[in-house]
């Protein structure tokens, strides 16, 4: 009896191309499959901020920059007012097909104060400055306003950890930007390391879900192994150098070369060299982009250049690249297949072609259009270079098609594409 697996795209699914005659032959039929990038895969790439009506998606994302003025979660009084100030933001990402990054912040040079009223009522004592076109930051080493703001990490993990629509949270709160640093003329305003310590143990204890990254590596707090960083100048002072600020050199300070492993690492591709990068130019003191991946092991980047809307076929093709080069990559390299008892025993291997693992474990299944199974093994497991075979018995009629797929990591649409000839142009599953 023949089974004929036709190859065909559709969705996520990726269909499984082999030629079985089923009972004629012993041991495994076996076949291998062509690799072929995939754009645009959940938890990982280049990303734009949020804005209400989106970005151009000349270069596929899968995420968008939510930064957030606690004044929009926090009212006059104290109330807190999470779900009116982020709902309606996360339900048009998440309807959009992508993931929010989130970042909360009081202080935003050459932006109007978010620092919520009830936090000045309080007598957290306010620091005016003039660097970075000025602005005006709370005192955090006020243990009034820590002890806020550990309440206000307690509630937002109540509200949001887990929440499938939020792909990562970075730590904000603290500093200019949320980035945990103040000027030269205010560093009195600084939080201690104790009060850093506070900050981060909330944020470990409170979220035990969805990925949480901070700042600086080496932190106080951040040894634990539960938190990831973000390198928000990205490729201007992550590696190469003896500087100690550079990000590459924190990471080994602080022996977290390997956190990649298990926590995820992102940030900014820095502002100033988007263009000459998109453009294939390089630009004085920054670094190689490929060997930055490649050393940090980067998952995402906010990169607002690639996403102008006004970029050339070059530049796009630049930007696409580079973008897919970030985090994991997942390839079908073989499929096996052995007549067992009447049925079939279908084994996938799946290999990680990137530089990170997948920040998640969603299922895989395999099967056919009648009929799936979801197989024992992890995903989220497979390190770069590494590969994992997927198996499962499935009963088999004449032109049956068999497929390989993996679960909605969003439930609205954010579907991992295998990096397959063929499985790269599914628009959701």
Same mark, same amino acid.
Request: aromatic share 14%; proline share 3%; glycine share 8%.
């Given at each position: 009896?023949?089974?004929?697996?036709?190859i065909?795209?559709?969705?996520?699914?990726?269909?499984?191309?082999?030629?079985?005659?089923?009972?004629?032959?012993?041991?495994?039929?076996?076949?291998?499959?062509?690799?072929?990038?995939? !754009?645009?895969?959940? %938890?990982?790439?280049?990303?734009?901020? @949020?804005? $209400?009506? =989106?970005?151009?998606? +000349?270069?596929? &994302? *899968?995420?968008?920059?939510?930064?957030?003025?606690?004044?929009?979660?926090?009212?006059?009084?104290?109330?807190?007012?999470?779900?009116?100030?982020?709902?309606?933001?996360?339900?048009?990402?998440?309807?959009?097909?992508?993931?929010?990054?989130?970042?909360?912040?009081?202080d935003?040079?050459?932006?109007?104060?978010?620092?919520?009223q !009830?936090?000045?009522? %309080?007598?957290v004592?306010?620091?005016? @400055?003039? $660097?970075? =076109?000025?602005?005006? +930051?709370?005192? &955090? *080493?006020?243990?009034?306003?820590?002890?806020?703001?550990?309440?206000?990490?307690?509630?937002?993990?109540?509200?949001?950890?887990?929440?499938?629509?939020?792909?990562?949270?970075?730590?904000?709160?603290?500093?200019?930007?949320?980035?945990?640093?103040?000027?030269?003329?205010?560093?009195?305003?600084?939080?201690?390391?104790?009060?850093?310590?506070?900050i981060?143990?909330?944020?470990?204890?409170?979220?035990?879900?969805?990925?949480?990254?901070?700042?600086?590596?080496?932190?106080?707090?951040?040894?634990?192994?539960?938190i990831?960083?973000?390198?928000?100048?990205?490729?201007?002072?992550?590696?190469?150098?003896?500087?100690?600020?550079?990000?590459?050199?924190?990471?080994?300070?602080?022996?977290?070369?390997?956190?990649?492993?298990?926590?995820?690492?992102?940030?900014e591709?820095?502002?100033?060299?988007?263009?000459?990068?998109?453009?294939?130019?390089?630009?004085?003191?920054?670094?190689d982009?490929?060997?930055?991946?490649?050393?940090?092991?980067?998952?995402?980047?906010?990169?607002?250049?690639?996403?102008?809307?006004?970029?050339?076929?070059?530049?796009?093709?630049?930007?696409?690249?580079?973008?897919?080069?970030?985090?994991?990559?997942?390839?079908?390299?073989?499929?096996?297949?052995?007549?067992?008892?009447?049925?079939?025993?279908v084994?996938?291997?799946?290999?990680?072609?990137?530089?990170?693992?997948?920040?998640?474990?969603?299922?895989?299944?395999?099967?056919?259009?009648?009929?799936?199974?979801?197989?024992?093994?992890?995903?989220?497991?497979?390190?770069?270079?590494?590969?994992?075979?997927?198996?499962?018995?499935?009963?088999?009629?004449?032109?049956?098609?068999?497929?390989?797929?993996?679960?909605?990591?969003?439930?609205?649409?954010?579907?991992?594409?295998?990096?397959?000839?063929?499985?790269?142009?599914?628009?959701?599953?």
């Amino acid at each position: 009896m023949n089974f004929i697996f036709k190859i065909l795209a559709r969705l996520n699914v990726l269909t499984l191309c082999l030629a079985l005659i089923c009972g004629n032959f012993s041991g495994f039929t076996a076949t291998e499959l062509e690799y072929e990038t995939a !754009y645009g895969n959940p %938890m990982k790439g280049f990303m734009p901020f @949020y804005s $209400e009506e =989106g970005a151009d998606d +000349s270069v596929p &994302y *899968s995420m968008e920059w939510l930064y957030i003025p606690m004044t929009d979660l926090v009212a006059d009084d104290g109330t807190l007012t999470l779900r009116e100030g982020l709902e309606r933001k996360l339900e048009t990402i998440a309807r959009r097909g992508h993931q929010a990054a989130l970042r909360v912040y009081l202080d935003y040079p050459d932006k109007e104060c978010a620092v919520p009223q !009830y936090i000045w009522d %309080m007598g957290v004592k306010k620091y005016e @400055y003039t $660097e970075y =076109g000025g602005g005006i +930051s709370p005192d &955090y *080493s006020d243990q009034k306003l820590i002890d806020f703001l550990l309440y206000f990490i307690d509630q937002l993990a109540l509200n949001y950890d887990g929440d499938r629509r939020i792909a990562y949270i970075t730590t904000g709160l603290i500093g200019h930007w949320g980035e945990w640093h103040v000027c030269s003329e205010i560093k009195q305003a600084m939080a201690t390391d104790r009060q850093k310590r506070q900050i981060l143990h909330a944020f470990e204890f409170y979220f035990q879900h969805t990925k949480i990254l901070t700042r600086y590596p080496g932190t106080p707090g951040s040894n634990n192994g539960q938190i990831g960083f973000h390198d928000d100048s990205f490729t201007y002072s992550t590696i190469n150098s003896d500087e100690k600020y550079f990000f590459y050199n924190q990471l080994k300070r602080a022996l977290k070369t390997n956190v990649w492993k298990t926590q995820p690492i992102g940030g900014e591709f820095r502002p100033e060299g988007q263009e000459n990068f998109l453009k294939g130019e390089v630009t004085d003191d920054f670094q190689d982009y490929d060997e930055c991946v490649d050393k940090t092991h980067c998952s995402w980047l906010m990169m607002t250049g690639a996403f102008t809307g006004n970029l050339s076929e070059d530049e796009i093709k630049t930007a696409k690249e580079a973008s897919a080069k970030l985090g994991y990559d997942f390839y079908v390299s073989k499929i096996q297949v052995l007549n067992l008892f009447g049925k079939a025993y279908v084994r996938v291997g799946v290999k990680n072609v990137g530089v990170a693992p997948i920040y998640d474990d969603p299922s895989v299944y395999i099967g056919t259009d009648r009929e799936e199974v979801e197989t024992n093994q992890s995903i989220g497991k497979i390190l770069p270079g590494e590969t994992e075979y997927f198996t499962a018995i499935i009963d088999l009629e004449s032109g049956d098609n068999v497929h390989i797929r993996i679960s909605d990591l969003s439930h609205y649409g954010a579907y991992v594409h295998f990096s397959n000839v063929g499985g790269s142009t599914s628009q959701d599953g």
